[in-house]
C-alpha cells in the first residue's frame, strides 16, 4: 500500500488549501481513509475521517465547518478542502488508510495501518 499527499503549501490566515492523496496497491473502496496532523512538538491529531463508501464522515472539533473530507473511489484518491485556515492549523498532515469490513469511520492513530509521508501546511497571520 501505497500513499502520497500533496497539495501542502504556505498560505495566509483565512486562505484555503486542497490536500489530495493518491492511493495505490489497494482495493481503493475497501479502505477507510482519514487524514491527520502533526504540529512541531506535539503528538499526531485525528483531523477527518470518511468510510469506504463515503457516506459516513467525521471531523475534529477543531475544523468542523471549515474542512471537507471526500473520495473518489474510481480514481483512488481522498481530499481534504480546507478553508479559512488558522496559524494553528499549521502542521504536517497526514493522509491514513486501514482496511476494514464495515463502512464506518475511524477516528484513532492506532486504527490505520498505513500511512502516507505527509505534506507540510503553513499559516501564516
Known amino acids: 500500500v501505497q500513499l502520497v499527499e500533496f497539495g501542502g503549501g504556505l498560505v495566509q490566515t483565512g486562505g484555503a488549501l486542497r490536500l489530495s492523496c493518491a492511493a495505490s496497491?489497494?482495493?481503493?473502496?475497501?479502505?477507510?481513509m482519514g487524514w491527520f496532523r502533526q504540529a512541531p512538538g506535539a503528538e499526531r491529531e485525528f483531523v477527518a475521517s470518511?468510510?469506504?463508501?463515503?457516506?459516513?464522515?467525521e471531523y475534529a472539533d477543531s475544523v468542523k465547518g471549515r474542512f471537507t473530507i471526500s473520495r473518489d473511489n474510481a480514481k483512488s484518491m481522498v481530499y481534504l478542502q480546507m478553508n479559512n485556515l488558522k496559524p494553528e492549523d499549521t502542521a504536517v498532515y497526514f493522509c491514513?488508510?486501514?482496511?476494514?469490513?464495515?463502512?464506518?469511520?475511524?477516528?484513532?492513530?492506532?486504527?490505520?495501518?498505513?500511512w502516507g509521508q505527509g505534506t507540510q501546511v503553513t499559516v501564516s497571520s
Open positions: 491514513a488508510a486501514d482496511l476494514r469490513s464495515t463502512d464506518t469511520v475511524w477516528v484513532w492513530v492506532r486504527d490505520y495501518s498505513y
Open positions: 496497491g489497494v482495493t481503493f473502496s475497501m479502505y477507510v
Open positions: 470518511i468510510s469506504r463508501s463515503g457516506s459516513s464522515i
